[in-house]
């Protein structure tokens, strides 16, 4: 499991989002200068409506983590089902929009996969840290409650 949010409050929940989210924006800020570097400013300038479009998608994903926190499970199921629309729905405007101002759409989808791989990436590196911290506080032959 990538993302634990069990035994979370929602205080702690959102100081890791926030601190997610930063190292998304560092990522989205290094990719951009590297597509800059390399390939010049309209590639680079497809490539960050894609960056973006991420960054949009991933906040989504969060907003809805911390509202249905608190939720019954009918309440989180329609929340759910609103951002899945959602997120097509801005998936599909932004594609319609780049494909009717003629511009290349492999820079955006680029932009966009690449920054999810880099979520995935910090969401293991993220949780493998967590849990590192969580074994080296627990000794050997003593459980995680403290009992022995």
Not at 90 to 106: D, E, H, P, S, Y
Request: net charge positive; charged share 20%; hydrophobic share 55%.
């Amino acid at each position: 499991m990538l993302f634990n949010f069990k035994g979370m409050t929602r205080e702690e929940l959102v100081v890791s989002v926030q601190k997610l989210m930063r190292r998304q924006v560092i990522a989205a800020l290094v990719l951009l200068i590297l597509v800059f570097l390399f390939f010049g400013g309209r590639h680079a300038y497809l490539f960050l409506m894609g960056l973006v479009w991420a960054l949009a998608d991933t906040s989504l994903v969060f907003y809805s983590t911390l509202k249905g926190m608190n939720s019954t499970p009918v309440q989180t199921k329609r929340l759910l089902r609103i951002m899945f629309i959602t997120r097509l729905a801005l998936a599909v405007i932004l594609v319609f929009i780049v494909l009717r101002m003629k511009l290349g759409l492999l820079e955006v989808l680029l932009g966009f996969v690449l920054m999810h791989i880099v979520f995935v990436w910090n969401l293991s590196n993220f949780t493998g840290r967590k849990q590192q911290d969580k074994k080296a506080v627990v000794r050997k032959g003593e459980k995680e409650d403290g009992s022995c």
